[in-house]
């Protein structure tokens, strides 16, 4: 059973461009959670998203930042005119449904997203 | 005041030592508490999960919570070098569905 997947593993953007990061949740997971890890920092919660719907966007910043979660395909970060200050690691993890209070959430490799 | 405060050290053992470590919080509604072991450049991996106060011990490694100091620990006995990394703790509690709360990690370092 293949892990959470994440690609690019490493992007490089130029200020104002736009990051497209992707993550593929682990089979028969349906629950998928963004975070943010700034250097030397723990990792900042994002957005929490099931089949389509937003859970929970507490985590994303007002501007320029938007997720989602299609019927088919990956969970989609999407960072747009990036500045330097959004140069971090970002995390995605998945759950599966397991009518539990606490689903375990297993972390992708990350993307490490550097704004030049 | 961070949520939730954890040293980042580094803290350097030697092979075979009691590695402790340890993190405060402020939320007291915190009810589940997690340790998750981050290797360099990888993403974290889920090592312990205790939910209210206690003790939980797997293999070499012992969780402890105490809710009335907002204070929880993570032990790992006979340390090998295979435990240098950054380990992180994580909590959250119901009404806050699955949206975990993280300290910022403290770096352990097992000296052979």
């Known amino acids: 059973n293949a892990g959470v997947m994440q690609n690019p593993r490493h992007l490089v953007r130029r200020r104002g461009q736009e990051a497209r990061l992707r993550c593929s949740p682990m089979?028969?997971?349906?629950?998928v959670y963004w975070y943010r890890q700034l250097p030397e920092e723990g990792l900042k919660f994002m957005v929490y998203l099931q089949k389509e719907n937003i859970i929970d966007e507490s985590g994303m910043p007002k501007e320029r930042f938007s997720a989602e979660f299609p019927k088919e395909g990956p969970s989609i970060l999407r960072i747009q005119q990036v500045v330097r200050g959004d140069s971090a690691a970002y995390f995605c993890?998945?759950?599966?449904?397991?009518?539990?209070?606490?689903?375990?959430?297993?972390f992708g490799p990350g993307t490490r997203l550097t704004v030049l | 005041q961070k949520e939730v405060e954890q040293d980042p050290g580094p803290l350097s053992v030697p092979e075979g030592a009691i590695v402790s470590l340890n993190c405060t919080y402020s939320?007291?509604?915190?009810?589940?508490f997690m340790w998750y072991r981050q290797y360099s450049r990888k993403g974290p991996e889920l090592l312990m999960y205790t939910y209210s106060s206690g003790n939980k011990e797997d293999g070499r490694f012992t969780a402890q919570v105490d809710k009335s100091s907002k204070y929880i620990s993570l032990f790992i006995r006979d340390s090998q070098p295979s435990d240098s990394a950054t380990y992180l703790c994580a909590m959250t509690y119901k009404a806050a569905g699955n949206k975990l709360t993280f300290g910022g990690g403290t770096r352990v370092l097992v000296k052979p």
């Open positions: 939320n007291s509604a915190f009810q589940y």
């Open positions: 993890a998945s759950s599966p449904d397991r009518g539990r209070v606490l689903n375990e959430q297993f």
């Open positions: 089979k028969g997971h349906s629950h």
